[in-house]
């Protein structure tokens, strides 16, 4: 299942609902990336802060906002960014697609406390397809979580039970989802009044 994400074009109402519902007193906005030396790549929180260590400024927590290239479904990830002294947003950040720029909504309440945080996401269409992606990603965060301890993720423990669970998807194929059974988010509530509303 090949399901690609960028950064939005533009601010659609879509994206501002989505970014309501995650923190109703902030507004999404687009900064720049410029990657530093040091930054870890799906490290940001240790590598803003090794940041700010050296040049001042402070961190800002807060959601990087991809949209689908279908514009089937939004996707917010837990991330952070420098504020320079002077207050200018920067993501510091490598990214694989080699973006130049990001849409960042900040939290005003999040913080990051050495947890895994799973995205959050938001369907604009509902597809099996769409509603197959939705489970896969729960179940790898949850995979994720239970290899992740003091802020780190064991990640040849995590990748092994990950191809175990995938080879088993393989075997025994993707579960049916009907709007009246369970959302594949994960969320115990039945689809048809969680995502597939």
């Keep these: 299942m090949i399901i690609t994400s960028t950064t939005p074009t533009k601010i659609t109402p879509e994206i501002k609902a989505f970014c309501m519902e995650i923190d109703s007193t902030q507004t999404p906005i687009y900064i720049p990336v410029r990657p530093v030396p040091k930054a870890k790549m799906n490290e940001c929180f240790g590598s803003v802060l090794n940041h700010i260590s050296l ?16 514009k089937r479904f939004l996707e917010a990830e837990f991330h952070a960014v420098w504020v320079s002294p002077s207050g200018e947003f920067v993501d510091i ?49 949850s995979i994720k979580e239970k290899h992740f301890e003091n802020g780190k993720l064991n990640e040849i423990a995590a990748n092994a ?20 059974g369970s959302c594949p988010c994960g969320s115990g509530k039945k689809l048809k009044l969680c995502h597939g509303r």
């Design 55 to 70: 040049h001042g400024g402070r961190i800002q927590y807060g959601w990087i906002i991809w949209e689908e290239l279908q």
């Design 93 to 141: 950040m490598p990214k694989i697609d080699k973006e130049n720029t990001i849409l960042f909504m900040p939290d005003s309440k999040r913080i990051y406390k050495g947890q895994l945080i799973e995205n959050r996401r938001k369907l604009l269409v509902i597809s099996d397809l769409i509603l197959e992606w939705l489970w896969f990603g729960h179940n790898c965060h």
């Design 161 to 180: 039970e990950l191809v175990q669970w995938m080879n088993f998807v393989k075997k025994n194929g993707v579960p049916i989802f009907s709007r009246s």
